[in-house]
């Protein structure tokens, strides 16, 4: 379901992958790890698109790297739900309207993005906070409404980039419990990460980024 052949990628003359093949099946939970500047976030980027391969093919569903038009890339992104470690919400709107803001930008109409926007925030348990202004919410609240909005599009995948990155190790496993909950229900999740004590809590496929490619770790061996 998701795909990297032979990825290569350099920007301004420095190579951050070499030759990477990764494959993620559906229904998959992977951590991605690494030391930092290593290309952890660059890989997510190659799987939404917004960055091409210098060389090699990514795959996801049915899109692919080498083909894909820039006027299609809203069709793959309603597909994924991204998740940042700075939570990229919007300051001036409730808690809401965040969510329907997101989903409105990719073609939903006013009854889905209601039904939608409903569903995704009791699943994480922010309903009760809807009309809350994202001032008065927590750095795990912001972090629950950042995952409410990645994942009222009905993603087939979600690209989680250092999510827990900011957060108290108490507050990080509730999110990464609810990640893990959201993967039981079907969804793949691609997580990147360096909090090796919260992946020991919660083993899964584990994937480092090292020496310009991806490279199997076995989960037990952290």
């Known amino acids: 379901m998701i795909k990297c052949t032979n990825v290569a990628f350099a920007f301004d003359d420095h190579l951050i992958f070499s ?3 990764l494959t993620i099946q559906k229904g998959e939970f992977v951590y991605i790890v690494g030391e930092t500047g290593c290309g952890k976030t660059t890989l997510m980027r190659l799987l939404y698109m917004d ?3 210098t060389t090699g093919i990514v795959r996801i569903d049915t ?3 080498t083909s894909v038009k820039k006027r299609k890339l809203y069709q793959l992104r309603r597909k994924l739900g991204i998740i940042f470690q700075d939570y990229k919400l919007l300051e001036d709107r409730s808690v809401y309207d965040n969510v329907t803001f997101a989903l409105q930008a990719v073609g939903y ?3 889905d993005m209601k039904m939608q926007a409903t569903q995704a925030l009791t699943q994480v348990g922010l309903i009760h906070r809807k009309k809350s202004p994202i001032g008065e ?3 795990g ?3 629950r409404l950042s995952i409410a909005r990645a994942i009222a599009k009905d993603p087939i995948a979600i690209l989680a980039d250092e999510p827990t990155g900011n957060l108290d190790p108490t507050t990080s496993a509730d999110i990464l419990s609810l990640l893990r ?3 039981l229900g079907g969804t793949t999740v691609l997580l990147a990460t360096h909090n090796y004590e919260l992946m020991k809590k919660f083993p899964a496929r584990t994937v480092a980024i090292k020496n310009y490619k991806c490279e199997e770790l076995d989960p037990l061996s952290l």
């Open 109 to 111: 109409s006013s009854r």
């Open 141 to 143: 609240e912001q972090q």
């Open 63 to 65: 899109f692919s790297s």
């Open 137 to 139: 919410l927590s750095g």
């Open 19 to 21: 030759d990477v093949n």
């Open 181 to 183: 909950k959201i993967n």
């Open 51 to 53: 960055l091409a391969p």
